[in-house]
């Protein structure tokens, strides 16, 4: 049942008030039509009970005439006849057809009441469309007829005994109320329920437009995407929820900026005394202390300098734009190639993807980056189950104890504590990644493999928001 429940706010909506104003017709229809047709079977009985009577008084008073009598009042609707025995035998063929008869006797003297028989007889044919057949047992049921399914034509046979010893025959054919009256009040419904539900769709568009937008604009600003103020629209609680989000978004945006700022202007600043304790820590005599401390102080350089980089690179509105994600890791991985790196990539088709891509090629470059320095080699794989994409880069290194996965993706962070040059580095490399993969509106792990060495493993949204 929630399979088929619509799941947006405007196919709720819709759905909701078309279940609604159905049933309210549905109810209404049936309450106005049976009170009326109620009231309109009940005077008419009562008329037609107070005719049997009043034509069998006039037979009675003029016997002779009976002929002409029963002629004269019959009609396609009414048949009476004058027959020497009556039409019906045993005893009435419901309850109904009983308590039918007690109020045709109200009208009759005490003698004829007492041996008036009525009878209800149904002689249908069965042929009608079935949903007019369904029509009629409803309001059969509705409006107190008793005919069997199927049967379109009831017939009251009615015998009424005279005083000279005959009996006054009444057949009385009982058609079914036709199925057109239907029409009005469904043709009605169905005008009203177009007029509303247009009216809904409308208003639900000018309702749902803004917050299609606002959740757009939300996924992009997550992703680190520079935004134009949302335009302010709608009703006034949207209104006060899009101009929340564009002060929010100008406060992150600032807040980040200012961030960044700072951090390339200390690392900018400390480029300066790090040269002057290099140039002065040549003139130490002692050998040992000065290469000690130069080490240091290289060391100082190079995470100032990534610092300083990072910060250059974050600061940078770069566009985002639609690419061939999987041609651009290989591009990334033909460059390791050409440098004398171990590293392969399983072939695939073109996959366009919404990114900011020197962002993305330098994330992905880390990543093999890291697993060559420390692994070896790297094997690289693209795949796209589900929604999603995976880049998975696996190497053959000695992997990284289980306590310490997350902890490798913080800035500075790295685990080869030697001062070598092939293997040393600031730590950035895994944090820029992170915070490039994160800002696309994915995510990264690191696995260690059951076999051997680690797996880097990259989900990415399969379509990113425009």
Not at 42 to 55: D, I, K, T, Y
Not at 87 to 107: C, F, M, N, T
Not at 311 to 336: F, G, K, W, Y
Not at 433 to 460: F, K, P
Request: hydrophobic share 45%.
């Amino acid at each position: 049942m929630t399979r088929w429940f619509p799941r947006t706010i405007a196919g709720q909506l819709v759905f909701l008030l078309l279940a609604a104003l159905i049933l309210s017709q549905v109810v209404t229809v049936a309450m106005f039509f049976g009170e009326r047709n109620q009231a309109l079977r009940e005077a008419w009985r009562e008329e037609f009970f107070s005719r049997v009577a009043s034509v069998a008084k006039v037979i009675e008073d003029t016997p002779a005439n009976a002929d002409s009598i029963t002629s004269a009042v019959s009609s396609r609707w009414q048949v009476y006849r004058v027959r020497p025995a009556p039409s019906i035998e045993g005893a009435p063929a419901s309850a109904g057809d009983v308590e039918l008869a007690k109020r045709l006797g109200a009208y009759l003297n005490p003698q004829a009441a007492a041996d008036v028989r009525l009878r209800s007889r149904y002689n249908g044919d069965g042929q009608r469309p079935a949903i007019l057949r369904w029509v009629d047992q409803a309001t059969g049921a509705l409006f107190g007829w008793g005919a069997d399914e199927g049967d379109d034509d009831a017939v009251m046979a009615i015998d009424v005994p005279l005083r000279d010893g005959r009996w006054l025959n009444v057949e009385l054919p009982l058609r079914r109320p036709s199925s057109s009256w239907a029409l009005l009040p469904l043709a009605s419904a169905a005008l009203m329920g177009i007029a509303i539900l247009a009216v809904v769709v409308l208003m639900v568009r000018s309702i749902t437009k803004p917050l299609r937008s606002l959740a757009t604009a939300a996924d992009r600003l997550g992703r680190g995407e520079t935004l134009p103020e949302l335009e302010v629209s709608g009703p006034d609680e949207i209104r006060r929820l899009t101009s929340a989000f564009n002060e929010m978004g100008a406060r992150l945006t600032r807040f980040v900026e200012d961030r960044t700022r700072m951090l390339a202007a200390i690392s900018h600043d400390l480029r300066t005394p790090i040269t002057a304790l290099r140039v002065r820590a040549e003139l130490i005599d002692d050998e040992e202390t000065r290469r000690t401390m130069i080490a240091n102080l290289d060391d100082m350089k190079k995470m100032t300098e990534a610092t300083l980089s990072f910060a250059r690179d974050e600061a940078t509105d770069e566009p985002s734009r639609t690419v061939d994600l999987a041609a651009l890791i290989e591009s990334v991985t033909d460059d390791m190639v050409d440098l004398g790196h171990a590293v392969s990539l399983e072939e695939r088709g073109p996959l366009p993807y919404r990114c900011r891509p020197a962002s993305m090629k330098r994330a992905f470059a880390n990543l093999i980056d890291n697993a060559v320095r420390y692994g070896g080699a790297a094997r690289v794989k693209v795949e796209t189950p589900d929604d999603e994409i995976r880049v998975i880069v696996d190497d053959d290194g000695p992997g990284i104890p289980e306590d310490k996965l997350t902890h490798v993706f913080a800035p500075f962070v790295r685990l080869e504590t030697s001062r070598s040059r092939e293997t040393g580095g600031a730590g950035l490399g895994l944090a820029i990644a992170r915070s490039v993969v994160l800002a696309h509106g994915g995510t990264i792990a690191l696995q260690n493999r059951a076999e051997r060495g680690l797996r880097a493993l990259v989900r990415l949204p399969l379509r990113a928001p425009e």
